[in-house]
């Protein structure tokens, strides 16, 4: 037995993990260059391997869960090369404004009809509220009211989408509150499918990007976008929210938070999943909105996105047979792994959900926890 075997084996065995095990979080490995590769390449190599088909394990979502909550994997150090994968994100913008649209290309471009194929019929492409129900739709129906109801959407009064997606929220806000909404994104697919989503609405969809906007808004909304902002631009897109929101305004930030801060993303998500993703941490949200607004409130949703990315899992599957000429197997060895990884992550409370509400200075506090 080569030495990285013995030392990922026993690893695993900390974690309840067995090769070849009667578990469904067991792994069955087909090819013994997955024990060096994992131990040189750490999360990169055995995201690589899976899709490559050189390991299989009932449920990922539940190995994963392991694996994170034993601290099997802040022991694998890795090797220099990988370590030298993440400086660039330590020296440059990777979330510039000419950079920022690779994301899009690579990851919101991939085809409309796989999205719908396995989010609701509002497309909600983030955290559901699974609150008094197990129903994808439903749940994703009571976080839309959620962001509404701790914005205090009027009727009349104008919003601003940042990073606006299909459109979701720019509907729901306008049909269910009586708002005019302007949804700004960079997708060209998320954008086609926005504005005719949203069409004969006070809907506005702009193909832009968040930095050149400078025009006044009573409420501000952001849902997982700022996972996409990168540390280097937190304090810049702080700002531009402060500059278009008006006085007496308020504005909510839902994204996927890290619990320490960091300047990269995990290195197989941000290769194949995220290109330049990077989750922000509590002390560096802080630190950008630090004397720009005032904090009202900070909302932990993180429990609700396992269950939301299992019911995305349970859907791409029953979706696979009319997908699968379009994208092929390797696709959706991908795509699995990504969905049931980060179900795992978030049940080992790795990473976080957060909805903060901020708001101007001066004004009054909103009732905004409304859970």
């Given at each position: 037995?080569?030495?990285?075997?013995s030392?990922?084996?026993?690893l695993?065995?900390?974690a309840?993990?067995?090769?070849?095990?009667?578990?469904?979080?067991?792994?069955?490995?087909?090819?013994?260059?997955?024990?060096?590769?994992?131990?040189?390449?750490?999360?990169?190599?055995?995201?690589?391997?899976?899709?490559?088909?050189?390991?299989?394990?009932?449920?990922?979502?539940?190995?994963?869960?392991?694996?994170?909550?034993?601290?099997?994997?802040?022991?694998?150090?890795?090797?220099?090369?990988?370590?030298?994968?993440?400086?660039?994100?330590?020296?440059f913008?990777?979330?510039?404004?000419?950079?920022?649209?690779?994301?899009?290309?690579?990851?919101?471009?991939?085809?409309n009809e796989?999205?719908?194929?396995?989010?609701?019929p509002?497309m909600?492409y983030?955290?559901?509220?699974?609150?008094?129900?197990?129903?994808?739709?439903?749940?994703?129906?009571?976080?839309?009211?959620?962001?509404?109801?701790?914005?205090d959407?009027?009727?009349?009064?104008?919003?601003?989408?940042?990073?606006?997606?299909?459109?979701?929220?720019?509907?729901?806000?306008?049909?269910?509150?009586?708002?005019?909404?302007?949804?700004v994104?960079?997708?060209?697919?998320?954008?086609?499918?926005?504005?005719?989503?949203?069409?004969?609405?006070?809907v506005?969809?702009?193909?832009s990007d968040y930095?050149?906007?400078?025009?006044?808004?009573?409420?501000?909304?952001?849902?997982?976008?700022?996972?996409?902002?990168?540390?280097?631009?937190?304090?810049?897109f702080?700002?531009?929210?402060?500059?278009?929101?008006?006085?007496?305004?308020?504005?909510?930030?839902?994204?996927?938070?890290?619990?320490v801060?960091?300047?990269s993303?995990?290195?197989?998500?941000?290769?194949?999943?995220?290109?330049?993703?990077?989750?922000?941490?509590?002390?560096?949200?802080a630190?950008?909105?630090?004397?720009?607004?005032?904090?009202e409130?900070?909302?932990?949703?993180?429990?609700?996105?396992?269950?939301?990315?299992?019911?995305?899992?349970?859907n791409?599957?029953?979706?696979?047979?009319?997908?699968?000429?379009?994208?092929?197997?390797?696709?959706?060895?991908?795509?699995?792994y990504?969905?049931?990884?980060?179900?795992?992550?978030?049940?080992?409370?790795?990473?976080?959900?957060?909805?903060?509400?901020?708001?101007?200075?001066?004004?009054?506090?909103?009732?905004?926890?409304?859970?």
């Amino acid at each position: 037995m080569s030495q990285s075997k013995s030392f990922l084996m026993k690893l695993l065995s900390r974690a309840d993990i067995r090769v070849d095990g009667p578990n469904p979080w067991d792994i069955r490995v087909h090819d013994d260059r997955l024990y060096q590769n994992v131990v040189a390449r750490r999360n990169l190599a055995l995201g690589e391997a899976y899709t490559a088909g050189w390991w299989d394990c009932e449920r990922v979502d539940e190995f994963i869960f392991r694996v994170l909550r034993s601290g099997a994997d802040q022991r694998v150090k890795g090797s220099l090369r990988l370590a030298c994968e993440v400086v660039p994100s330590f020296l440059f913008n990777m979330q510039s404004p000419a950079r920022a649209g690779e994301v899009a290309r690579r990851h919101y471009d991939l085809g409309n009809e796989l999205f719908s194929a396995f989010l609701d019929p509002y497309m909600q492409y983030s955290c559901a509220y699974f609150k008094d129900t197990r129903d994808l739709a439903e749940a994703q129906e009571r976080k839309l009211a959620l962001i509404c109801g701790k914005l205090d959407l009027k009727p009349g009064e104008r919003l601003l989408d940042i990073g606006c997606g299909w459109g979701g929220l720019a509907r729901y806000a306008a049909e269910k509150h009586g708002c005019s909404v302007v949804g700004v994104n960079i997708s060209q697919r998320q954008i086609e499918f926005a504005r005719e989503f949203c069409a004969g609405l006070p809907v506005e969809i702009r193909d832009s990007d968040y930095r050149l906007l400078d025009e006044p808004f009573d409420k501000i909304v952001s849902v997982g976008m700022f996972e996409h902002v990168g540390c280097k631009n937190y304090r810049e897109f702080m700002r531009v929210v402060a500059r278009c929101l008006k006085p007496g305004g308020l504005f909510l930030l839902h994204s996927i938070g890290g619990n320490v801060s960091m300047h990269s993303c995990d290195p197989w998500i941000e290769k194949y999943i995220f290109p330049n993703g990077m989750l922000p941490s509590i002390a560096q949200i802080a630190r950008a909105t630090e004397g720009v607004f005032v904090m009202e409130d900070w909302h932990n949703l993180g429990p609700n996105y396992d269950p939301t990315l299992m019911a995305w899992l349970r859907n791409f599957r029953a979706a696979w047979p009319r997908l699968k000429e379009a994208y092929g197997e390797r696709f959706r060895r991908m795509w699995e792994y990504y969905l049931q990884s980060c179900a795992g992550a978030f049940r080992a409370r790795d990473i976080q959900l957060w909805q903060i509400v901020f708001s101007t200075p001066g004004r009054p506090q909103p009732v905004c926890r409304l859970s």
